[in-house]
T-cell receptor
Framework: NAGVTQTPKFQVLKTGQSMTLQCAQD?????MYWYRQDPGMGLRLIYY???????DKGEVPNGYNVSRLNKREFSLRLESAAPSQTSVYFC????????????FGNGTRLTVT | GENVEQHPSTLSVQEGDSAVIKCTYS??????FPWYKQELGKGPQLIID?????GEKKDQRIAVTLNKTAKHFSLHITETQPEDSAVYFC??????????FGDGTTLTVKP
């Protein structure tokens, strides 16, 4: 039981390049989320998927797109990376529908030069 | 939307002392308040949570208190140990999946 798995762990991009961050969970969570973490700014919600087949914008969605491929997988895509997207990205899941804690992956550290 | 403020941003204590981290929130409709611990290179992990129908909750050396009238909640760690050193985040939500997080507190426990 791996929980929430993110790949890759590290990535360096040049400005303008694109990439997809992958996230998979084996906890049968209905809801999945992408957060970014910047120094001194806590965790900010980029996009979330309340259930398979649905996605919604969070607090900071500009420059990102997401795909809820199936119940297990939720990917985050940067179409044209910018230095402002240098951050640590966390995927999380929870059962949804009610107050339950988030289960986080171990993050992807992305640097855009 | 919800706004969560967390203090202090850094906290250093001697091993065996207590540590207290405080958070305030703005949305009176928020009803779920988790605390997460993040160790270096890892994702945040839930350590304790409290719901709005409860004023206090305790789990061994960790306790959380909630004052809904004043819209603040606090994390208390007693008998701190070096392994308690980490970054701690509070959060508030109406629905746990759309949590708003505080900016984090870096706790250092000196042996």
């Amino acid at each position: 039981n791996a929980g929430v798995t993110q790949t890759p762990k590290f990535q360096v991009l040049k400005t303008g390049q694109s990439m997809t961050l992958q996230c998979a969970q084996d906890m049968n969570h209905n809801s999945m989320y992408w957060y970014r973490q910047d120094p001194g700014m806590g965790l900010r919600l980029i996009y979330y998927s309340a259930s398979e087949g649905t996605t919604d914008k969070g607090e900071v969605p500009n420059g990102y797109n997401v795909s809820r491929l199936n119940k297990r997988e939720f990917s985050l895509r940067l179409e044209s990376a910018a230095p402002s997207q240098t951050s640590v990205y966390f995927c999380a899941g929870n059962p949804g529908g009610g107050n339950s804690p988030l289960h986080f992956g171990n993050g992807t550290r992305l640097t855009v030069t | 939307g919800e706004n969560v403020e967390q203090h202090p941003s850094t906290l250093s204590v001697q091993e065996g002392d207590s540590a207290v981290i405080k958070c305030t929130y703005s949305d009176s409709a928020s009803n779920y308040f988790p605390w997460y611990k993040q160790e270096l290179g890892k994702g945040p992990q839930l350590i304790i949570d409290i719901r709005s129908n409860v004023g206090e909750k305790k789990d061994q050396r960790i306790a959380v208190t909630l004052n809904k009238t004043a819209k603040h909640f606090s994390l208390h760690i007693t008998e701190t140990q070096p392994e308690d050193s980490a970054v701690y985040f509070c959060a508030a939500s109406r629905n746990a999946g759309k949590s708003t997080f505080g900016d984090g507190t870096t706790l250092t426990v000196k042996p």
